[in-house]
């Protein structure tokens, strides 16, 4: 009676998850579950039967996989269960229990089973089967590691681990929660940069203000020179500042609406001058002089405000010019030649009478001539280009020749001229 409760038992054997049972051999063999299961892979995927299982594996990797057998059907869990003879009191894989119940036997906890090392051994109802831990898989009886990097788990850089993997980021991204996708970091929140920051995707980019140019460490920012850069961004002199430059002028200018000519200052008008009362101020470029009040040396006499005259009465004043009268004028340096600067001319003609015009004194250098334009008139010429500052002082003689009445006489104008230091 024992015995044919036992091969019932057998007959209705039940066998683990990826097997069935056969009544043929009276054994549990696996289950082709790529065969029997419809669409057991999704997209672009090839089903791969395993002892109890199966994979799912990219085509492109199927293409070098080889399976570890076609052979015939192995049990699930070797060894596999034998013909149960009548005598036997419970079927292979279980023991004689108390109160006569056939118990199973754990053949992972008394280590009977026979896996292999690399193997991990699961009991299962009168048996027991062989399988890998997560990151595994079955070839060819032994579990190799997944290579997870070749099927790209991670959205930037991953390292493979025996049974896992590792997910990092590229510099300028941070992991995220998911352990495998990676996020942008926003660099400028940190203020990098000395004066304007651009995220970028991964990085970042600084820029500098106007008058700035980018340092070679790519953050900080140096001044730029623009007074290097041309020697004309100033009329005078070009002064640089942190991110800018600015044009300055020397004494008695200021710096014209432009930015960078100058203009000269009349003192004269503004009042900005030292004269006194008595004196006249007269202006130039880039400074003004005081001029005293005339003093007529003897034996000449004031005739004008600007001038002074020896009588012919008057003994003294024989060879002597009957009238100087003074004239001032300024001029500026560097100016091209031949220049007409300055025009004297007869006020007074009489018949018969002829003028000779020259320069009687202050020209030791010759730098000018006269240049006669009429048989009245004639026209001071600068010869050579002035330096300054420096004050000349020519006597410009107009003769008067009369031979009808037997006279020659002359008249000085006195020109001062105050050549200016520069040519603006």
């Known amino acids: 009676m024992l015995t044919l409760w036992c091969v019932r038992r057998a007959e209705a054997q039940t066998c683990t998850e ?7 051999i009276r054994q549990c063999v696996d289950v082709d579950e790529c065969r029997t299961m419809a669409n057991p892979c999704r997209g672009d995927m090839r089903c791969i039967n395993q002892n109890g299982g199966y994979l799912c ?6 293409m070098g996989y080889q399976e570890p057998y076609p052979q015939p059907p192995v049990p699930a869990a070797p060894p596999s269960y034998p ?15 108390e109160g006569g119940v056939c118990v199973d036997i754990d053949e992972c906890e008394t280590n009977s089973h026979q896996c292999n090392p690399t193997q991990v051994c699961i009991n299962t109802a009168g048996g027991y089967t062989c399988s890998c831990t997560e990151g595994y898989w079955l070839v060819g009886g032994q ?12 959205q930037q850089l991953c390292a493979n681990v025996p049974g896992s993997y590792s997910c990092s980021c590229n510099l300028g991204f941070t992991l995220n929660s998911d352990g495998r996708t990676c996020q942008d970091v926003d660099e400028c ?27 070679a460490d790519g953050t900080s920012c140096n001044d ?10 100033c009329q005078h002199s070009c002064v640089n500042n942190p991110g800018s430059y600015s044009c300055v002028c020397p004494p008695g200018y200021l710096v014209f609406d432009d930015g960078r000519s100058c203009e000269d200052i009349n003192e004269c008008d503004t009042g900005n001058n030292t004269c006194t009362t008595a004196q006249v101020c007269f202006n130039f470029q880039g400074g003004y002089k005081c001029l005293d009040p005339l003093k007529c040396d003897p034996p000449y006499i004031e005739f004008s405000e600007n ?10 004043c024989r060879d002597k010019p009957f009238t100087i009268l003074y004239r001032h004028m300024d001029l500026s340096p560097g100016r091209s030649v031949p220049a007409d600067i300055f025009q004297m001319q007869a006020t007074t003609r009489y018949p018969g009478a002829f003028y000779i015009f020259q320069i009687k004194s202050g020209n030791e250098g010759r730098e000018f001539y006269m240049r006669q334009t009429s048989d009245a008139s004639a026209t001071l010429v600068l010869a050579r280009p002035l330096k300054g500052p420096q004050e000349m002082v020519l006597d410009l003689e107009m003769v008067t020749v009369n031979n009808v009445i037997n006279f020659r006489g002359s008249s000085i104008i006195r020109l001062t001229i105050f050549v200016a230091e520069y040519s603006y």
């Open 143 to 154: 579990c190799q590691d997944i290579d997870e990097c070749r099927y790209g788990y991670c």
């Open 83 to 97: 013909i149960v003879g009548r005598s036997a009191p419970c079927l292979l894989g279980y023991t004689l229990g």
């Open 224 to 233: 730029l020179d623009e007074c290097g850069f041309a020697e004309f961004l």
């Open 307 to 316: 001038q002074c005259m020896c009588s012919s009465e008057n003994p003294a």
């Open 18 to 24: 990826g097997f069935a049972y056969d009544r043929r």
């Open 189 to 215: 929140e940190n203020t990098p940069c000395a004066h304007g920051c651009f995220n970028t995707y991964g990085s970042f980019m600084c820029n500098c203000g106007e008058g700035f140019e980018l340092a």
């Open 57 to 62: 594996l990219p085509r492109g990797m199927y």
